[in-house]
């Protein structure tokens, strides 16, 4: 087990990205999944009338405490899957492993880090789906999610861990090849460009 590669993946997936890209994400869930939002200004617009700034940021907190953990979870699968595959076929050490090892590493890198983001993308469509403020409003309009942990627990409570995983299939449909066709062009890429025919990561 390298830990080299999982404090790597920790520092590419920073928190810093996640905040950048979070508020067009929320706008993008909201008009996939409720029809009353006809447009990305119109989404905009009524998100900063009725919530503010914080309705564009709703279950951030969930992805952001989470991200390197799934980052480390790929790049680190990726490594010991490649590095297993690498001794299998009892290669030297320094010599460049095969492009299908390489994809299916990727592959088994993109499956692994569904059973962390799976539960986190539910928490935070849940949460971003709700738009009803929190402060101030009405008990009866109150939404019933007060924040990351809650929802959480309160999916698990009533409906199961399994409810934590709903549609973790298409997760790993798309995830495993993304990540897999990641890795690939990125290893052929650094070969093609590096002198001494070196590739990473």
């Known amino acids: 087990m390298r830990l080299a590669d999982f404090i790597a993946g920790s520092v590419g997936g920073s928190a810093f990205g996640v905040a950048v890209g979070y508020p067009l994400d929320t706008v993008k869930v909201r008009i996939q999944t409720q029809r009353k939002f006809t447009g990305v200004w119109q989404c905009i617009r009524t998100t900063c009338r009725t919530e503010g700034m914080y309705g564009f940021y709703k279950g951030m907190s969930m992805p952001i405490t989470t991200v390197s953990v799934s980052s480390s979870v790929v790049f680190g699968t ?7 595959f690498h001794q299998l076929s ?10 299908l ?10 499956i692994a880090q569904v059973s962390v983001m799976s539960p986190v993308d539910i928490v935070k469509v849940r949460l971003q789906c709700q738009t009803e403020p929190f402060e101030g409003s009405d008990l009866k309009y109150r939404p019933k ?12 409570r009533e409906e199961g861990v399994l409810g934590l995983y709903k549609g973790a299939g298409a997760l ?4 495993g090849p993304s990540f897999a066709t990641y890795f690939l062009v990125y290893n ?8 001494n025919n070196n590739s990473g990561p």
Request: charged content about 15%; proline content about 6%.
């Open 188 to 195: 052929t890429v650094c070969e093609w460009l590096s002198p």
């Open 90 to 99: 009892l290669k030297s050490a320094d010599a460049p492993s095969a492009k």
């Open 172 to 175: 790993v449909l798309r995830d």
């Open 101 to 110: 090892h390489i994809f299916l590493s990727g592959l088994a890198g993109g």
């Open 145 to 156: 999610y007060r924040g990351p942990v809650h929802c959480l627990f309160t999916i698990a």
């Open 78 to 84: 990726y490594r010991n899957v490649l590095q297993v």
